[in-house]
């Protein structure tokens, strides 16, 4: 396959579908592609936030109903789908023994179970999509650093983002004969309302701060907009030989090991 020329417009008239895209790397995700020129629908539990410009839908990921409603009318009204951003999540802070089963159901009801319900309602209109357009039909996850290092406090989420990644891996080979590719973004700690929520629930917010930006190797928090870019590399033309990855976007937490000592 010839190489995709780069267009600041490679995205046009792309149908995409964003899953808790009102806020934080979902909202700079919806926003790059409509930026970028796609279509894009926000499936959000408060769309309220979605980006101006992008078809802001109302769903709960948790209601399997709702999810196929909304994916249906995202479909109907943008033409189809060929993008799908699976990036609804929530977080969960502690060891294994602080929560019961109820939050770990919860919590995997949500970032797991979640994307698999947004998939399985959007593949018929993906596998559509995808026979006109083979391996231009992508399916992005926001998975996280945490699937892949061990981080203390955050076994639940560690725990749920571990199933994204292999999750991910699994549709990868299911659905690559299809035309349709499966990827994920693996985020280090991103600067969004979540981590500005557990920076204000810390005794010292200020150091608690200091301590998350001093963990990844280049000093500072993740952009939302820096994964966006990622998503979007992954989702775009350009990656069409490019599935079953996971592409960290963690100011080298995952592979670097420094020395201690001044920058």
């Not at 930026?35 to 926000?42: K, L, M, P, Q």
């Not at 179970?113 to 231009?136: C, E, F, K, N, S």
């Amino acid at each position: 396959m010839s190489r995709q020329p780069y267009s600041a417009r490679d995205f046009e008239g792309v149908p995409a579908l964003v899953t808790g895209g009102a806020s934080g790397i979902g909202a700079a995700t919806a926003a790059l592609l409509a930026e970028r020129g796609a279509r894009v629908a926000v499936l959000d539990l408060d769309p309220a936030g979605a980006p101006p410009g992008t078809l802001a839908l109302e769903a709960d990921v948790t209601d399997d109903a709702a999810v196929r409603a909304a994916v249906d009318r995202a479909a109907a009204e943008l033409g189809g789908l060929q993008v799908l951003v699976g990036n609804a999540g929530i977080g969960a802070a502690g060891t294994v023994e602080d929560h019961d089963d109820s939050e770990w159901q919860r919590v995997l009801d949500v970032n797991l179970l979640g994307i698999v319900r947004t998939d399985r309602a959007a593949l018929p209109h993906l596998r559509r999509t995808a026979a006109r357009h083979p391996g231009q039909v992508s399916i992005t996850h926001t998975c996280s650093i945490a699937a892949t290092a061990g981080l203390p406090q955050r076994a639940l989420y560690s725990a749920s983002k571990g199933a994204v990644l292999s999750l991910t891996l699994a549709m990868a080979a299911d659905h690559v004969r299809e035309g349709i590719r499966v990827n994920c973004v693996n985020p280090g700690t991103v600067d969004t309302p979540w981590v500005g929520r557990l920076l204000g629930r810390a005794d010292d917010p200020t150091a608690e701060r200091d301590a998350l930006e001093a963990r990844q190797p280049t000093g500072r928090l993740v952009g939302a907009e820096e994964v966006a870019d990622a998503v979007a590399y992954l989702a775009g033309p350009r990656a069409s030989a490019v599935t079953g990855t996971a592409l960290a976007v963690d100011g080298g937490m995952q592979g670097l090991r420094l020395r201690p000592g001044p920058r």
